[in-house]
């Protein structure tokens, strides 16, 4: 990003400091000391063991408890990152990491040392993405804090499709499989007409309080997911929020909010940035957390025409991305009729979307994935966006803000900010990046003139362009 290489070279000159320092006194390295046994989850702690996992997207979440829950195990989802998670992560994690390992870390200790747990049946459960990225790190991270803690006891279960990992009490099988991805669009959904119609509602606190009843009977819908009952609740989700009563006032400043994947969902990781959008008289647009799944089997599919990867690797690929979609398939046609509300694109036209701005052949992190998200909320017709950063996250840094400078040549009426966030950055300038986007966005939208919220869909850039030229 910067020419300046002043940083990169303090470090270094520090490190040959450092050796030099030690070659002189004559002190040698000590050995590691040896490792201790990997505690394994077996099946008989499966009923009796407490599985604490962190918190990222608390909509969806909320749910995802219950799915597991329902498929025999005890997950207790943390509910909050606040500033003693915060403290904690930055004494256990290397300083060096990324803000959402910190976090993540931050939030199991706090638990753990917290004395609400009994720490002989208790586990600790994250997911593991296998990918280069420090998310493939947090097992180790969380184990090494464990242990400098002398937690050593406690079982690390990892959430892995790639099975990275083995523990012999926890199978990611069929009914829990089929569970969560109920959960993951239901949250998305939900996630997706509240932030839609909260802006707009008649009477302040009603969106809140139907998601809030709506994640309810999400939470009933996963513990028996018939798949009737599933299209009867997409159906009747949208149907409630289509019919929730809204001011009648004009569309408000939509304002994109893509990024690193635990930024972008977790109020306590960015400064509750939807609810600063809302503060500031806008309408936040968060893509689904759906969308992540089929980038990650997408990317089977270039590892195989790119990469040289196997056509069994291809064509699971392709299964996977057909089952995924077929899941979401009652949710988006339930939005393709609302009068309100639009339904998600396909993964495919999201990967063409990128071509010649960034190769699909970055898939670290959210990888292209992230481009295409904005993108996605560029045709969509928002008025701007935030990408949201973790200081230290290098492929987000890549494919983030990577690629800004060609967006803004293609889309100079969109501004985007680049907000970067860490445990130690002042949230003064975050808040001050919002703002000044903001006020960009409010320029835009005031010359392109917009209908009553209650009236009509956005209109997406490609149509705007043609009704341009057709006039």
Request: net charge neutral; proline share 6%; aromatic share 6%.
């Amino acid at each position: 990003e910067h020419a300046n290489l002043g940083a990169a070279r303090i470090r270094l000159r520090s490190l040959a400091a450092a050796i030099e320092e030690r070659r002189a006194s004559g002190r040698r390295v000590h050995a590691p000391s040896p490792r201790a046994p990997r505690p394994a989850f077996t099946e008989d702690m499966r009923k009796r063991y407490t599985i604490l996992a962190p918190q990222m997207a608390p909509i969806h979440f909320k749910v995802i408890e219950a799915a597991f829950g329902a498929s025999g195990y005890r997950l207790e989802i943390l509910k909050e990152a606040g500033p003693g998670a915060v403290d904690e992560g930055l004494r256990s994690v290397h300083n060096d990491a990324c803000c959402p390992s910190i976090l993540v870390v931050g939030q199991l200790l706090e638990a753990l040392g917290s004395g609400r747990y009994d720490l002989s049946s208790t586990a600790v459960l994250i997911t593991q993405t296998g990918g280069g990225c420090r998310a493939t790190n947090y097992i180790g991270f969380i184990r090494k804090a464990l242990a400098d803690q002398g937690l050593g006891q406690v079982p690390v279960i990892s959430l892995s499709a790639t099975g990275l990992e083995r523990n012999p009490g926890f199978r990611l099988g069929p009914g829990l499989l089929w569970r969560g991805l109920l959960a993951c669009v239901a949250g998305d959904l939900i996630m997706r007409l509240l932030y839609r119609t909260r802006p707009y509602e008649a009477s302040p606190g009603a969106a809140d309080a139907l998601a809030a009843q709506w994640i309810e009977r999400a939470r009933v819908l996963v513990a028996s997911p018939g798949l009737g009952a599933y299209r009867a609740f997409c159906r009747d989700l949208v149907a409630a929020f289509d019919a929730l009563p809204l001011d009648g006032q004009a569309r408000k400043p939509r304002i994109g909010v893509v990024g690193e994947i635990l930024v972008k969902f977790h109020p306590d990781a960015n400064g509750d940035v939807v609810g600063g959008i809302e503060a500031e008289g806008g309408e936040a647009v968060v893509p689904d957390l759906y969308g992540f799944l089929l980038y990650s089997a997408y990317n089977g599919i270039f590892r195989h025409r790119a990469l040289g990867a196997s056509l069994k690797s291809a064509l699971l690929a392709r299964l996977a991305i057909g089952a995924l979609e077929l899941v979401r398939a009652p949710a988006s046609r339930a939005l393709e009729r609302s009068g309100r509300f639009e339904a998600p694109p396909g993964i495919h036209a999201l990967a063409e979307s990128v071509d010649g701005i960034v190769q699909l052949g970055n898939a670290t992190g959210e990888g292209w994935f992230l481009t295409a998200e904005m993108l996605e909320l560029i045709e969509a017709g928002v008025s701007g966006i935030a990408c949201l950063q973790p200081f230290a996250c290098l492929p987000n840094h890549v494919t983030g803000k990577g690629v800004l400078k060609e967006l803004r040549r293609l889309f100079p009426e969109v501004p985007i900010s680049a907000i970067d966030y860490d445990p130690g950055a002042s949230e003064v300038n975050q808040e001050n990046r919002l703002k000044l986007l903001m006020t960009n966005a409010r320029k835009g939208h005031a010359a392109s003139g917009q209908a009553p919220a209650s009236q009509a869909k956005p209109v997406p850039l490609a149509a705007r362009d043609e009704g341009e030229e057709s006039a």
